[in-house]
């Protein structure tokens, strides 16, 4: 659907003749919907080059993932970073580099790269913008540092996994593209963390009648005044909000303009809800089967290349290595995209919000997210910000309401070749594929269920997902794990078996099934569906 008289129906408005050859790929896996012209202007430039400068690092062949923003819709692409006669040479330079980089990412992350972010955020939250316009640009300089950071935690992580996949591949002759990745479940991380904070708040509150009471009083504010009325109900609030002071800093993916629950804690408090009625499993509650499953798989595969010392030795360090950097999927979310991103840097722009308000060039703090980078510079230096916000606020309304191309640019070549990591990540290049009532991607998570189907396009939509539905929806990210607990199945359009809602999916025991590319048009909010996670297919049962 388009609206009437759009602002600007996807522009190519190419920055130099190069790019004008490129294919541009729209990313709805991180950024679903549109984005402010703020965070376009921050993933269109710091965050890009700090993308970049990580790929340099590890001579990567290509130069990174670069973003640009066509009418609020976040498109990506990856430019070669040598010429076909230099290639070879750079991939030699590049997979030296790799081996290094994932045998020691583990301890790189907690003695250097966590050290620096929590250094970042401090510096974030320390700015005044007592001098506005140097205190911005601070933030798109420590933006590009963590993202630097950022990208040298995910590749290495992501080739950690391909490395051992590839290795018990080998050694066990099996092609089903799961089972590599049933061998790392069961890794403590920070996202099963926070669902198991709700999960315990819950069973707390069900212990005390008033508070549970309390918890179902209605909204945020009903349920706070409830609680307030009893000693328990006050206890169980400040064990709440300690829980928000450490992870309610998830708001929706890479938008800074997008409350966190720290902020607006509803989405946290319908999950404890859910667990405090039992219609959700124990967030832990699988591990213990995890770690069975994980060791036979292991030991089967072991056994087979029992003979070759050599085998077995690169396939334990393969395997012990992919275990060690496997939890930083969501660790490095929880640090940087959630506490950093999602937090501090939209907490440093409300503080620049706040003076442009004093200032009289803005009318509202949030205004500040309506407005480019370049824009906001202006504002610092003295230029009235009013009327640029507001036209920024009415194009990101009209831009909410086309349907967004897959692509921008020239047509993709279909004899390209696509890394398979990449295809696991992103899911499989090409048109949906649909046989009468069955849609088809890619196994995500093994199992089958069926279940009503419930159409998401929006973190704010997850309220509506009722205990044992399918969740239908574009993609998924860190913040909306704790639903997990309690949908039958998630079937999504980006995303293959290393995507983050097949990872999650995984820990959780559900089936899944990724990559359908057309899943929330076809399936109608509150249709049946069937979900074989292990073949990949959905099929629309009524």
Same mark, same amino acid.
């Given at each position: 659907?388009?609206? !009437? ?33 703020? &965070? ?11 993308? *970049? ?5 590890? #001579? ?7 973003? $640009? ?13 040598? +010429? ?54 601070? *933030? ?5 540092? =963590? ?22 591949? #080998? ?30 708040? !819950? ?68 999950? *404890? ?24 798989? *292991? ?46 840097? $939209? ?37 009235? %910000? ?18 967004? +191309?897959?692509?921008?640019? %020239? +047509? ?16 499989? @290049?090409?048109?949906? #594929? ?7 991607? =890619? @196994? ?32 998924? &990210? ?6 997990? %607990? ?33 899943? &929330?048009?076809?399936? $109608?909010?509150? #249709? ?15």
């Amino acid at each position: 659907m388009t609206s !009437a008289a759009p602002s600007a129906p996807f522009p190519v408005a190419w920055r130099s003749a190069d790019e004008s050859s490129l294919t541009w790929a729209r990313d709805p896996m991180h950024f679903p919907g549109p984005v402010t012209a703020m &965070t376009a202007s921050l993933i269109e430039g710091p965050f890009t080059d700090g993308l *970049v400068e990580a790929f340099e690092v590890m #001579q990567a062949p290509v130069r990174g993932m670069v973003h $640009r923003v066509f009418s609020s819709h976040v498109y990506s692409t990856a430019p070669p970073a040598e +010429p076909p006669e230099r290639m070879e040479e750079r991939l030699g330079r590049h997979r030296r580099l790799m081996g290094d980089m994932m045998d020691g990412l583990r301890e790189r992350w907690e003695t250097e790269h966590l050290p620096a972010v929590e250094a970042i955020r401090r510096e974030l939250d320390g700015l005044s913008f007592a001098d506005a316009a140097a205190d911005l640009d601070r *933030v798109a300089t420590l933006m590009r540092d =963590s993202s630097r950071i950022h990208f040298l935690v995910v590749i290495p992580r992501v080739a950690s996994g391909e490395r051992f996949a590839t290795l018990y591949a #080998q050694a066990t002759g099996s092609d089903n593209e799961m089972e590599p990745y049933r061998c790392l479940l069961g890794e403590p991380n920070k996202s099963l963390e926070t669902d198991r904070a709700l999960w315990d708040l !819950a069973r707390r509150a069900a212990a005390d009648g008033a508070v549970a009471a309390a918890l179902r009083a209605g909204g945020p504010a009903e349920v706070m005044e409830a609680l307030g009325a009893t000693a328990g109900g006050r206890a169980w609030r400040a064990a709440f909000d300690a829980a928000m002071r450490e992870y309610g800093h998830r708001g929706q993916a890479i938008e800074m303009a997008a409350p966190t629950w720290l902020e607006d804690p509803s989405f946290a408090l319908d999950n *404890v809800r859910r667990y405090l009625d039992g219609d959700a499993l124990d967030p832990e509650g699988a591990r213990a089967e995890h770690l069975a499953e994980r060791e036979r798989l *292991v030991a089967a595969a072991r056994a087979r290349i029992a003979g070759d010392a050599e085998a077995l030795a690169a396939f334990d360090h393969a395997l012990a290595t992919a275990r060690a950097n496997w939890p930083l999927e969501e660790d490095h979310a929880f640090h940087i995209d959630q506490r950093l991103w999602g937090s501090a840097v $939209r907490r440093a722009l409300l503080r620049l919000g706040d003076r442009l308000v004093d200032a009289g060039r803005l009318e509202a703090r949030d205004d500040v997210f309506h407005l480019t980078l370049d824009e906001a510079r202006a504002a610092a230096g003295g230029a009235d %910000a009013r009327g640029p916000a507001r036209e920024g606020r009415r194009r990101m309304a009209d831009d909410a309401l086309l349907d967004p +191309p897959p692509t921008v640019g %020239a +047509p993709p070549d279909p004899s390209q070749h696509m890394d398979p990591g990449m295809v696991k990540f992103f899911g499989r @290049p090409g048109p949906p #594929q649909v046989d009468g009532g069955v849609l088809r991607g =890619s @196994p995500g998570s093994a199992g089958r269920a069926e279940g009503v189907a419930r159409v998401v396009t929006s973190v704010e939509g997850l309220a509506a997902v009722l205990p044992g539905e399918i969740l239908v929806c574009r993609s998924t &990210t860190p913040p909306w794990t704790p639903v997990f %607990a309690s949908i039958a199945g998630l079937v999504t359009e980006t995303g293959g078996v290393l995507a983050h809602g097949a990872i999650v999916a995984r820990e959780y025991g559900i089936p899944a099934v990724m990559g359908t590319k057309i899943a &929330t048009s076809m399936i $109608r909010d509150g #249709q049946r569906v069937v979900v074989d996670g292990d073949a990949g297919e959905v099929r629309i049962a009524g």
